[in-house]
């Protein structure tokens, strides 16, 4: 990471990203997962990048340029998807109300054509943007599946 400057009043910071190449992002756009992500508990500031698609966007390691997920929204995606959020979510959060909390799936691309993309609907992430604060809700047995395929027209 590098620091610069934009003006007297924005700090602004380069990170490196394999995908999107030098970054410079404001200091107050930084993501934090206090607890990271299952799987990547070391990453624990990121940053989220709003995607060229309706209900579709990226977060972006700052702690591992090679680490991107693409996410997209899966009340978009998914047909009669839900997550109930309980009051400890809403406050690990620093939300005031659940309607603070955006979700998102991650999503796997398939590796060959005909092939769908698939969707993590089983612990999806919650972002608070207002204060900047995210973590994975991992739910219970439930209807909804890490992998649910999807056709990747409704994200590309």
């Known amino acids: 990471m590098n620091d610069t400057m934009s003006d007297a009043s924005t700090r602004m910071t380069t990170i490196q990203s394999e995908l999107f190449g030098p970054l410079a992002v ?10 990271g992500i299952p799987g990547f508990p070391s990453c624990q500031r990121w940053v989220f990048i709003t995607g060229a698609k309706q209900g579709t ?3 972006q390691s700052v702690d591992r340029s090679g ?16 997550v109930e959020l309980s009051d400890s979510d809403v406050r690990r ?11 998102y799936a991650i999503v796997t691309l398939p590796g060959s054509a005909g092939e769908h993309a698939t969707a993590n609907l089983q612990g999806p992430l919650l972002l608070n943007h207002g204060r900047r604060r995210g973590m994975q809700l991992v739910l219970g047995d439930g209807p909804w599946g ?5 056709p990747v027209t409704k994200i590309a």
């Open 57 to 59: 966007a990226w977060l």
């Open 67 to 82: 680490l991107a997920f693409l996410l997209v929204d899966p009340f978009l995606a998914f047909e009669g998807y839900s």
């Open 26 to 35: 404001a200091d107050d756009a930084f993501v934090d997962f206090p607890t």
């Open 146 to 150: 890490i992998r649910e395929s999807f």
């Open 93 to 103: 959060l620093d939300a005031g109300q659940p309607n603070d909390v955006a979700v």
